[in-house]
């Protein structure tokens, strides 16, 4: 089996044997370090999420080591201490190989080995015991590693005597254990949502799958394939291409953490900021549950109390409350953005649903993931009441019937399900999932609930991001004018800085934090430390800890099509429509990048980075970016790889002009006639060509039928090869798409005179009598377009098919017979002109008379008689 970091590494090893002994020795010693460190990066990964963070503490003292013997610290640690109740499944037969005792097997026989060349430096080092299991020999490398590489002066006498034991003892465990025999890869998301597989052991074929698909999100790293998931292995880096691994190498700052390449010997620096956070016990959450049930009206709850301050959210409350009192929708979900204020709108409409509606539910069971308080002063890490299904179970169970959590896991998970089911034993229960979100694996989470839930029961949950169907959604955006304003005032007071403010700064606060009650609470915070008066802009930019709390962690799982569209739009503060920035986006996808921009939309939209409406006027979709998660998003895309991109991206969205919100009412006509109008002033000064543009262009008309005439109009004018054949097929286009009949007549007109100056008269005759058979258009237009018609048969002009001209006056002739009332005598004569023309003599006849008697001194009808009397004769 091929694992390509230790492969090379016994590469390097094997140069070193050519060379000396010595090089051999330092060579082993490096291959044995590299060894210890992935095993012990392997078996942290190998730690599923929970409250504890318990993986989060290994990564931190792992960063922060200083030596080897930490590793092999954390490597007991993990699969002796708490934290071994939380791993893989598919891990467990390496906590069995590393733990297991037994006489005679590659585990005492590398643990011997290096236990030999341990007493080759130190030959007062204990024996070893007569039974040791595989932990030992992490714990022996340490030690010899320090008596020689760290502390020691090897001489090249030891080094001959400790080559061969030492090369046996690593060659056993690398060749051995189960860790190196799982699939491991570098994922490397493409733009498309696929990824990219590079195998760094050969039999990684369990993530091709990733291959074809573009529903996941995992970050660009390294993953170890546990329990039909791929893991993420921390502290261990690489590219997509494996050209080198780095391993985390202590040198930890409050910046920067290095990173070694034991192969090359190249040292890398990453970011220390992930791994700043203590590992000590972290507070409860402001929010967290009760640990005994209460009576609140007629339901036995855990649910924390409402503090003060809170605004009321009439119409939000009123929704809610109706949801939660009907017996349909067993799941709801209320989404927005962090600090929206999801968790205090539902612990109102609670308070209120359990002291006003004594039927509906019995017991009110709420449950908090909530990891992050976002309090006035910055946001706060706390610790989660919950994060897995095991957790939500006895946390339920610890409330109800203690003596269910003397049952096996899998029996109290058994019951709870039957809990969500059926309700016979304690009444109808509604569930609260808040912070949804940072559940571990929050879509198989939801898919449990989903599967067993059942009215009268019903499921709440708050989310900031929404990965799964299947309930009913409330989208929770900022406050309205009112709402805010009573906040900031409330606020105010409490802050004691009402004298600082007016009218002109609660308009302004409402406007740039668009009634994000988090929001406004910090800059009234800031408002108050300072009597300058700072841009709003200005303090949320100077508060990263806020920008990170709102949105870096939901940041981190958006596709790489959510990303660019995100940055494009942070780019530039105006309102887009979503058609413009699609056009933009499709012009980039011309160049081979192919870019799912609706579907990143709505994902933008689903985790609450970008703001929705639809325009009144023509039901086009508005997209706007919060304030604080656009400055987020411009700091994101200041280090961005689609920096580039998106700046040129930009410059071509500015064409459709700038835009506010109040703008939205008018639709996007004003925004694609200011595209039009710049993109015409760069063709002529030749800073683009028309051709460049067309594809964005068409796809905009497919969406807004009136560009195909402005398509029309840049072609006529800039067309490089038969301007007027191009602009007449973007004019049938929008006759395709258009029930504006005032517009199609003109647009029949402009075509027909097209085909007048190309001397396509079949087109010519078609645009007219087409232009006839709409309802609305005059009978003065349809009489003159017989009068043209008249005109260019007596030329002899018309050179087309007898059949289809046939066709063409009779449908003329017709239109003409049925609003005969409207004709004057001039009129009657053009109509037998055409009957004539269809051999239609005796109809010829009947309107020549009705026009003479109309006005029988009418010149065009008495010199039709004549003609008539003659062809009759």
């Not at 970011?271 to 929010?287: G, I």
């Not at 449990?448 to 029961?457: E, G, K, L, S």
């Not at 504006?740 to 001397?759: G, Y």
């Not at 029988?856 to 004549?866: A, G, M």
Request: glycine residues 4%.
């Amino acid at each position: 089996m091929s694992f390509l970091p230790i492969d090379r590494m016994w590469l390097r090893a094997e140069n070193g044997r050519e060379e000396s002994n010595v090089t051999y020795f330092n060579d082993l010693m490096y291959t044995g370090e590299m060894v210890c460190k992935i095993i012990t990066l392997g078996i942290v990964a190998s730690i599923s999420d929970s409250r504890d963070n318990h993986r989060y503490r290994h990564c931190y003292e792992l960063v922060r080591a200083d030596g080897l013997g930490s590793w092999a610290k954390v490597v007991n640690d993990s699969i002796v201490g708490p934290s071994a109740q939380y791993i893989y499944e598919d891990a467990r037969e390496e906590l069995r190989e590393l733990t297991e005792k037994k006489q005679d097997t590659w585990q005492s026989e590398a643990v011997k080995s290096i236990h030999n060349c341990l007493k080759v430096v130190d030959p007062h080092c204990e024996d070893l015991p007569h039974k040791v299991d595989s932990r030992k020999w992490l714990d022996l490398f340490s030690r010899l590693r320090n008596k020689t590489r760290g502390h020691g002066a090897t001489t090249g006498e030891m080094c001959n005597a400790i080559v061969d034991p030492l090369e046996k003892s690593i060659k056993l465990v690398t060749d051995n254990f189960s860790l190196f025999k799982k699939p491991w890869a570098f994922l490397h998301r493409n733009l498309s949502g696929k990824y990219r597989v590079s195998k760094i052991s050969s039999n990684a074929d369990s993530f091709n799958y990733l291959k074809s698909t573009n529903i996941h999100n995992y970050p660009n790293g390294i993953y170890i394939f546990l329990d039909g998931h791929p893991r993420r292995v921390d502290l261990f880096e690489t590219t997509v291409d494996l050209n080198d691994f780095h391993i985390a190498n202590g040198g930890f700052t409050e910046k920067k953490f290095e990173l070694l390449s034991y192969i090359t010997g190249s040292t890398i620096n990453l970011d220390s900021r992930s791994y700043l956070l203590p590992v000590s016990e972290l507070p409860r959450s402001e929010t967290q549950s009760l640990k005994e049930l209460d009576i609140v009206g007629s339901s036995f709850t855990n649910m924390p109390f409402l503090g003060d301050g809170y605004i009321k959210r009439a119409e939000l409350e009123d929704e809610l409350l109706s949801l939660l009192k009907n017996d349909r929708h067993p799941i709801i979900t209320l989404l927005g953005r962090g600090g929206i204020g999801k968790t205090s709108l539902s612990l109102n409409v609670l308070q209120t649903l359990a002291k006003e509606n004594e039927e509906r539910f019995k017991l009110i069971i709420w449950i908090s993931a909530r990891d992050i308080d976002l309090l006035e002063e910055g946001p706060k890490q706390v610790a989660p009441d919950i994060t897995t299904l095991k957790e939500i179970v006895k946390e339920y169970w610890g409330l109800v019937d203690k003596l269910v959590l003397k049952e096996k896991n899998e029996k109290q998970i058994d019951l709870f399900s039957k809990e969500l089911n059926e309700c016979q034993e304690y009444g109808p229960t509604l569930f609260i999932f808040d912070n949804f979100e940072t559940v571990s694996n929050p879509v198989e989470m939801f898919n449990f609930i989903d599967t067993y839930i059942r009215n009268p029961n019903k499921v709440l949950i708050t989310t900031r991001h929404r990965e799964f169907k299947g309930d009913y959604p409330i989208e929770v955006f900022g406050m309205n004018k009112s709402e805010c304003d009573e906040l900031a005032e409330s606020t105010a007071n409490r802050l004691g800085i009402t004298e600082l403010l007016n009218k002109n700064f609660y308009e302004e606060l409402y406007q740039e934090s668009e009634g994000h009650p988090y929001v406004v609470k910090i800059i009234l915070g800031e408002r108050s430390k300072s009597s300058k008066v700072k841009a709003f802009d200005r303090i949320i930019t100077n508060r990263d800890d806020i920008l990170n709390a709102l949105f870096e962690r939901t940041y981190l799982l958006l596709s790489d099509d959510a990303k660019r569209v995100f940055f494009t739009l942070c780019n530039w503060k105006s309102i887009v429509p979503q058609l413009a920035l699609e056009a933009v986006m499709l012009r980039s996808s011309s160049s081979g990048i192919k870019i799912k921009t609706t579907e990143a939309i709505d994902e933008l939209s689903r985790i609450s980075f970008i703001e929705v409406f639809t325009s009144e006027q023509d039901g086009q979709i508005f997209l706007s970016v919060p304030l604080a998660a656009a400055i987020f998003g411009k700091r994101k895309l200041a280090i961005s790889h689609f920096k580039n991109f998106v700046e040129a991206d930009t410059i071509l969205l500015q064409f459709f002009g700038a835009a506010q919100k109040h703008e939205i009412k008018n639709g996007i006509e004003p925004r694609v006639n200011r595209l039009f109008r710049n993109l015409a002033r760069n063709i002529k000064s030749e800073h683009t060509t028309l051709e460049e543009n067309l594809p964005m262009l068409e796809f905009i008309a497919r969406h807004y039928y009136k560009a195909w005439i402005l398509i029309a109009n840049l072609s006529e004018e800039f067309s490089k090869e038969d301007p007027l054949g191009k602009s007449r097929l973007y004019l049938e286009h929008y006759l395709e798409y258009s029930d504006d009949e005032s517009a199609s007549i003109v647009i029949w007109d402009k075509i027909a005179s097209i085909d007048q100056q190309n001397e396509n008269w079949s087109g010519y005759i078609h645009a007219l009598v087409e232009k006839c058979l709409i309802p609305s258009v005059s009978f003065k237009d349809i009489s003159e377009a017989a009068n043209k018609i008249n005109h260019l048969k007596s030329q002899d002009l018309t050179g087309f098919d007898i059949e289809e001209q046939h066709v063409l006056l009779s449908k003329l002739a017709d239109k003409m017979k049925e609003r005969i009332k409207e004709a004057d005598a001039t009129d009657c004569s053009r109509l037998c002109w055409i009957l004539m023309s269809l051999d239609l003599l005796e109809d010829a006849n009947k309107y020549l008379e009705l026009g003479l008697d109309k006005d029988p001194n009418n010149d065009y009808c008495k010199r039709l008689k004549n003609r008539l009397q003659l062809t009759n004769g």
